[in-house]
Structures are given as C-alpha cells and as structure tokens.
T-cell receptor, first 110, second 117 residues
Framework: GQQLNQSPQSMFIQEGEDVSMNCTSS?????WLWYKQEPGEGPVLLIA?????ELTSNGRLTAQFGITRKDSFLNISASIPSDVGIYFC??????????FGTGTRLKVLA | EPEVTQTPSHQVTQMGQEVILRCVPI?????FYWYRQILGQKVEFLVS????????KSEIFDDQFSVERPDGSNFTLKIRSTKLEDSAMYFC???????????????FGDGTRLSIL
C-alpha cells in the first residue's frame, strides 16, 4: 500500500533554531498537507499544498510540494517552546482518503 | 472558528461490548470521515461518508464497524463486539469538499480515546 516516510523521527532543538523535516513516498500524491498534533488533541491543519512545486508559508512555517509529487518538506523558523508536538504529513492520491506519515516528534529546549 | 466536536473524550468498554462514538462535524461540511490512531502510531483512515452513504473504506473497516448520520448534525461510528486491538484514539474529520479536487482540507476533532478491557 501507499506509505509516507517522515524524517527525522524525532528532533531535540534549542529555542530559536530553525527546523526542517520532510516526507517522502514512492507513490505520487496530488495533495500534500501538514498537520500538528499535541497530546490529547486531534491533528490541526498547518499548511495544505495543491500544486507540484508550490511553496506556501503560514507565519513561521513554510512547506513545499515537491516537483516530482513524491515528497514535501516543512520548515519552522525561529522555533519557540509551543512548537512542541508531533508533525504529520498527509497525502492524497487517486482517492479522497488521507494517507498519514509516520510523524516527526519535535521537542524544543528553552 | 468552527470545530469538529467528539464525545465522549474517553470511553472504557468491556471486550465484546458494542460502542458508539459520536461526532458533530462542522455545520456546512458535506464530507465526513473516521480515522484511528493506535497509541504511538500514525493516523489511519477508516471510512469516508457523503450523501448518506459510505464513499470509501479501508481494509480496517470490516463488518464490525458501521457509520451513520442519524440526523442533520451527528455522525457516529459503531463498533460491534469490541476486541482488545480496537483500543485506540478515534478521530472524526469533516470537509466542505474533497481533496484533491476541491482544495478543501479535512478538519479533525480532538478524538475519543477508546479503551477495551
């Protein structure tokens, strides 16, 4: 089946540092999305990408839809303690369901 | 901002019992979904629902599961004869349109933690 592999699995960074994480697949996706999940809560949409090559920002977050449609990255600039959480990519291909990645657990040290 | 709301937040049930998880999607959304997340793992698609019928389901969504929109606001997931391995977080989501064609992403509730004893 379709799988999305995220890297890194976890990150420990200092407050103020920039963060980069990515999501790759052997399958082509038509839509990429990035969600953040905090303990006890559901995934919260951060950025949605709908066109190959698209680069979109949301505050300190920037995400790109890879030109091959098989990957995407998410960057967080100048991290702050509330950035802590698990970041999931999700992709949509020929059907409507979201395929979620394995997640990147981010911890920010003040 | 409108939210997807789910009840209960935590459900504890004996193995073999039936459970119903409830969701109130965002009011003008037309497409509804259930996902499952086993502790420490990724979110997995279960089923999507539109126009009072299932539009897609995964291999996880077997005869043990059913969904219903009993009225104009609620969307429910029923699990019959629960098993230990059904223990997970269950997330409801809704969207106004369906990606990838509509640029209308899914919005998730905070989930129901289901614990099977």
């Amino acid at each position: 089946g379709q799988q999305l592999n995220q890297s890194p699995q976890s990150m420990f960074i200092q407050e103020g540092e920039d963060v980069s994480m990515n999501c790759t697949s052997s399958s082509i996706f038509n839509t990429w999305l990035w969600y953040k999940q905090e303990p006890g809560e559901g995934p919260v949409l951060l950025i949605a990408l709908y066109k190959a090559g698209e680069l979109t920002s949301n505050g300190r977050l920037t995400a790109q839809f890879g030109i091959t449609r098989k990957d995407s990255f998410l960057n967080i600039s100048a991290s702050i303690p509330s950035d802590v959480g698990i970041y999931f990519c999700a992709g949509v291909s020929g059907t409507y369901k979201y395929i979620f990645g394995t997640g990147t657990r981010l911890k920010v040290l003040a | 901002e409108p939210e997807v709301t789910q009840t209960p937040s935590h459900q504890v049930t004996q193995m073999g019992q039936e459970v119903i998880l409830r969701c109130v999607p965002i009011s003008n959304h037309l497409y509804f979904y259930w996902y499952r997340q086993i502790l420490g793992q990724k979110v997995e698609f279960l089923v999507s629902f539109y126009n009072n019928e299932i539009s897609e389901k995964s291999e996880i969504f077997d005869d043990q599961f059913s969904v219903e929109r009993p009225d104009g606001s609620n969307f429910t997931l029923k699990i019959r004869s629960t098993k230990l391995e059904d223990s997970a977080m269950y997330f409801c989501a809704s969207s106004h349109g369906q990606d990838p064609y509509s640029n209308q992403p899914q919005h998730f509730g905070d989930g129901t933690r289901l614990s099977i004893l």
